[in-house]
């Protein structure tokens, strides 16, 4: 009976899937090679920074209105909301961001980026870069919007493809919310994304079941001290030594007080305090990105800090008013979690449609950090985002044999091969529409 069931169960999968995997691979070869290779080649050479993205959104306003799509621009700065209505069914939404870094490339690649742009922020003129592949993410959105008005036959419901702004500062979902993006164009009943990835085999996918980035929160600690010669120290409180405990208490947070199999990462990434060799300072400025998994998670290691922080200063023998100060920034996010039963059903469909080469598991190692989720919280809406593979198999094969290594997202090194990233960001994409849409 059970082997009855599960043969029913297959030929049910594959029926109700609407489209063979081999039409579409070859659909969208041909759309990459016709269209979609240029306009990546296009992304990648004119990069722009978070909340200053005008040229991009543009280009990717009239890309979406040329397929088809009801186009709004300017929702939450430079975001793009492009809507597809087709027949009754669910309203699905599709993101991808497309802000590049202030980073100069120097990947060697034909088309690398010499764009320059004033930061907004610190009104200095940098070089930009995308040297985390959103230049990918926004090429394959306008191929899926492509494909998709294509099979509009096969599939019914609304479509709403979401360009978003400044994921590098995390500020972009949430503008998009602030501006009421829902209340405009409906709440989803799905959302979805996906982030291509250089530590994975070029253009394989990955869907964890549960969570797949990190919450995370950026804390100052401002330490206050007794400035004084550095030849006399006794007559001071030296900010730098307490600042250095309090570095070093820190790490006891994750190694003692999280459980063993609960992660988190309390970094220190910044140490500032002192202008010269012989002043001790009166001030010490530490700044942290603390990352976690869930709220308990993020509870113990904030209040950790707090208390680490202002008790180093008691036993140092501060004042009471000369106490640490401890800083959390309200730009946070709060961790990426996949919903299990949707990640799991679109696993199916992509091996159903694409093979089960397609699928790949990438290990768990980083905790890096998503502003997706603002896009799934308050309401919740049953979401998944998954990973591409952009690195091509033999880099990573050399890799792991002593060779060079492959440059991570951030660096000037970065660089992803794009066509199987694209293809397979365009693939996986309507397959998965299709599985939520389909007729």
């Not at 930061?119 to 993410?137: F, L, Q």
């Not at 208390?307 to 023998?317: C, K, P, T, W, Y």
């Not at 960001?425 to 007729?439: H, I, P, R």
Request: contains cysteine.
């Amino acid at each position: 009976m059970q082997k009855i069931l599960a043969a029913l169960l297959s030929a049910l999968l594959v029926y109700s899937f609407p489209v063979s995997g081999s039409e579409l691979t070859d659909s969208v070869k041909k759309d990459y090679d016709e269209y979609l290779a240029d306009l990546w080649d296009h992304f990648h050479r004119n990069p722009e920074l978070s909340l200053v993205e005008f040229k991009t959104a543009e280009r990717m306003a009239t890309e979406l209105r040329a397929a088809g799509f009801d186009v709004t621009e300017g929702v939450g700065g430079t975001g793009v909301v492009a809507m597809l209505e087709n027949g009754d069914g669910p309203l699905v939404m599709m993101r991808a961001d497309m802000d590049g870094l202030p980073v100069e490339e120097k990947s060697g690649l034909p088309n690398a980026s010499k764009a320059m742009q004033e930061d907004p922020i610190t009104g200095n003129t940098v070089p930009v870069m995308h040297a985390c592949g959103h230049d990918v993410h926004i090429a394959s959105l306008v191929g899926t919007a492509r494909q998709m008005v294509a099979r509009k036959d096969q599939w019914s419901g609304t479509l709403m493809l979401i360009v978003q702004p400044a994921e590098e500062r995390v500020l972009g979902a949430r503008a998009m919310r602030d501006d009421k993006v829902w209340e405009r164009f409906g709440t989803p009943d799905y959302a979805l994304a996906f982030h291509v990835g250089a530590g994975s085999p070029a253009g394989k996918i990955d869907a964890p079941e549960g969570p797949s980035y990190a919450g995370a929160d950026t804390v100052d600690i401002i330490v206050h001290g007794v400035g004084a010669h550095g030849a006399s120290p006794h007559r001071g409180k030296d900010p730098v030594l307490i600042g250095s405990q309090i570095v070093v208490a820190l790490q006891t947070l994750v190694a003692r007080e999280l459980a063993p199999r609960s992660p988190g990462v309390v970094t220190v990434g910044s140490f500032h305090s002192g202008t010269k060799h012989n002043i001790i300072s009166d001030r010490a400025h530490l700044q942290l990105t603390v990352r976690n998994t869930n709220e308990k998670t993020r509870k113990i290691l904030l209040e950790g800090i707090e208390r680490i922080a202002v008790n180093v200063g008691r036993a140092a023998g501060l004042p009471e008013d000369k106490l640490p100060e401890v800083i959390v920034s309200n730009e946070f996010v709060p961790p990426t979690v996949n919903d299990a039963q949707l990640a799991r059903r679109l696993k199916i469909a992509w091996e159903e449609a694409l093979g089960a080469d397609a699928l790949y598991e990438e290990p768990a190692e980083g905790m890096g950090a998503e502003d997706f989720p603002f896009f799934t919280v308050d309401p919740n809406i049953t979401s998944v985002f998954w990973g591409i593979g952009g690195t091509p198999q033999a880099d990573l094969d050399a890799e792991e044999a002593g060779g060079p290594m492959v440059a991570s997202h951030h660096s000037p090194l970065f660089k992803i091969a794009p066509e199987p990233s694209v293809r397979a960001g365009v693939e996986s994409t309507v397959v998965a529409l299709l599985e939520l849409m389909g007729d």
